[in-house]
């Protein structure tokens, strides 16, 4: 049940700033923590961002979170060729009692 | 090293059942929620179901509930997911991850390597 919206592409060059957005509504987005999750091809995903905007430890900072209101977005700064992967926004959906994924966005790299 | 493994992935047969199992080390598993999230061949991700650390709260993705039961044993640092009635649609890589819970902090933390089912005739 993919109720967080988000494009299913986004590409740039080397050193590239990329931005991907996530759409949600009140009981998700608009109520709760948004995550980030990335995943390279053919390995498990991982936490790239929680609690909206906070990196894990090892997670370089060319990689940040915001959320407003009912939308989050993940922007990638200085793009590299290893950031070609999946990524998923995720949150905690107060109707559904249950965390809810995007639809995923694959970045890729040109 | 905190680690995550999933076992107990295989070929099942519609209406079928499996049991799989997850294997944490590494952290005070007690001290967690526990998640398990799904991905059909080719698809996004999906959350299948998480537990409190004592087990009191469950909660599930509305396609799966009264088939699956999560659970866990903390004396065994062990999570489980027991799949009934299985269906086609339910084939997909099982990963088990710490962490998940409603007003979750720190979000999903740590994922194992992941578990394959397939639900074939």
């Known amino acids: 049940q993919s109720v967080l919206t988000q494009p299913p592409s986004a590409s740039g060059t080397p050193g590239q700033r990329v931005t991907i957005s996530c759409s949600g509504s009140?009981?998700?987005?608009?109520?709760?923590?948004v995550y980030w999750y990335q995943q390279l091809p053919g390995t498990a995903p991982k936490l790239l961002i929680y609690?909206?905007?906070q990196r894990p430890s090892g997670v370089p900072d060319r990689f940040s979170g915001s959320k407003s209101g009912t939308s989050a977005s993940l922007a990638i700064s200085g793009l590299r060729s290893e950031d070609e992967a999946d990524y998923y926004c995720?949150?905690?959906?107060?109707?559904?009692?249950?965390?809810?994924f995007g639809t995923g966005t694959k970045v890729t790299v040109l | 090293e905190v680690q995550l493994v999933e076992s107990g992935g295989g070929l099942v047969q519609p209406g079928g059942s499996l049991r799989l199992s997850c294997a944490a080390s590494?952290?005070?598993?007690?001290?967690?929620?526990m998640s398990w999230v799904r991905q059909a061949p080719g698809k996004g991700l999906e959350w299948v179901a998480n537990?409190?650390?004592?087990?009191?709260?469950?909660y599930y993705v509305d396609s799966v509930k009264g088939r699956f039961t999560i659970s866990r044993d903390n004396a065994k640092n062990s999570l489980y997911l027991q799949m009934n009635s299985l269906r086609a649609e339910d084939t997909a890589v099982y990963y088990c991850?710490?962490?998940?819970?409603?007003?979750?902090?720190?979000?999903?933390?740590?994922w194992g390597q992941g578990t394959t089912v397939t639900v074939s005739s």
């Open positions: 991850a710490r962490g998940g819970a409603a007003r979750d902090y720190y979000g999903m933390d740590v």
């Open positions: 590494g952290f005070t598993f007690s001290s967690y929620w």
């Open positions: 537990i409190k650390q004592d087990g009191s709260e469950k």
């Open positions: 009140s009981s998700n987005i608009g109520s709760n923590y």
């Open positions: 609690r909206n905007n």
């Open positions: 995720a949150a905690w959906d107060d109707s559904l009692s249950g965390h809810v």
